[in-house]
Each structure stands twice: as C-alpha cells, then as structure tokens.
C-alpha cells in the first residue's frame, strides 16, 4: 500500500503526543542559541522551484553559524567545488532546513526559515578564519525551531568508536571518481584533494 495522503498515514501511525507539536518554537530560544553555539556540523536541506531536493553537509569550527537574534541567523558559505547546488535552489526557493550535530549528543536541533544570500563585508567579516572572509553567507529567518530526541543517533551509534569502519573498507575519493568519470586519475584526484584540504579549507 503506497502511503499518499494524510489519512493514509494516519491508518498506520498513531497521533503524535501533545508535546511533540509543543515543543516547536518560532525563534532561536537560548537553548538553540547554546546549541548552535556548540555545534560544528550541520546539514542544509534546500529544493529548487520544481521540488527537487538536496542536502549538503557544512561544517566548521563550533559556532560557526552564528546568531544574529533570536529570529536570525548567518552560515557562511566556504569554499567548495563552485557548483552552488544549495545556493542555486535558494534563488529560486527560500525554504531551507538545517540539522545541527553536536559531537558526543544524541539529541539533534532543526530549524526551518527562509534564507536569502547575502555578500555584505561587514556581515562577513565576523565569519573570517586565518583572515578569510566568506564570499557569501545564507542569512536565515527563523520560522521554527525545536530539539530532536536521540534515538536515531542512538541507534546508529554515530558517536561510538566501536563502530568506525577501517578506512580501507571504502574506497578514496580519487578511485569512486575514476571509477565514474571516463579518464580521471584516481592519484591525481587524491592528491589535489589533500592540497585543497591542508590549503584552501577557508
């Protein structure tokens, strides 16, 4: 049975409790505050006008998105591949979600708002690392915010060391390119891969 409308849904799942429609807020609150303030990793979900989906993680040291108010906050965007997937969506559709990860918590921290691309220097300059300042930044409007429970990172062990994979188990970044690119040099990729991440992470 293909679960297609509300009603369906509701045939299999039972009503969510009170709280879990309580718990959601419409501002940064000062425990979001302090949970963005912690955090190094968050995932940013955008669609483009057509409902295409995409999630990108971002990350950086604790605290890298910072909050401007309680309806308002700034991630930096560093530098990548120049694709702009996630920024190419937002011109066209300023719903966003993030998910912040805190390491060592299971809980985890939604927000949803609307976000608008913004390159204003003295906005950026509070994100500079080693004298580098972002060339944009995804200025967001809070619309809601509220704590995730644990159990989906409780049940994936995320955070135990037990359950690390030996690196060797998967291959590098250079040999799943090469085995998907027509005349790439899984070495050359790896190599130029390490530069950029001792080099250019900012």
Known sequence: MSLASYEKLRTVYKPPAPRAAQ?????????????????????????????????????????????????????????????????????????VGLLFFVPGMNETLRVKGKAEIVTDGELLEASEVGHRAPLSGLKVTVEEAFLHCGRSLIRSRLWDPDVRIDRSQYPTYGQVLADQIAGANAREIDASEDEANRERLW
């Open 23 to 95: 718990k959601v807020i419409d501002h940064l609150d000062v425990h979001c505050r302090n949970f963005i303030a912690l955090s190094p990793l968050c995932v940013l979900s955008t669609a483009d006008a057509d409902g295409q989906a995409d999630a990108s993680p971002r990350g950086d040291p604790p605290g890298f998105v910072r909050v401007l108010d309680k309806k308002t906050l700034l991630l930096p965007d560093r530098p990548g591949n120049n694709q702009v997937d996630s920024l190419q969506n937002i011109v066209q559709n300023r719903g």
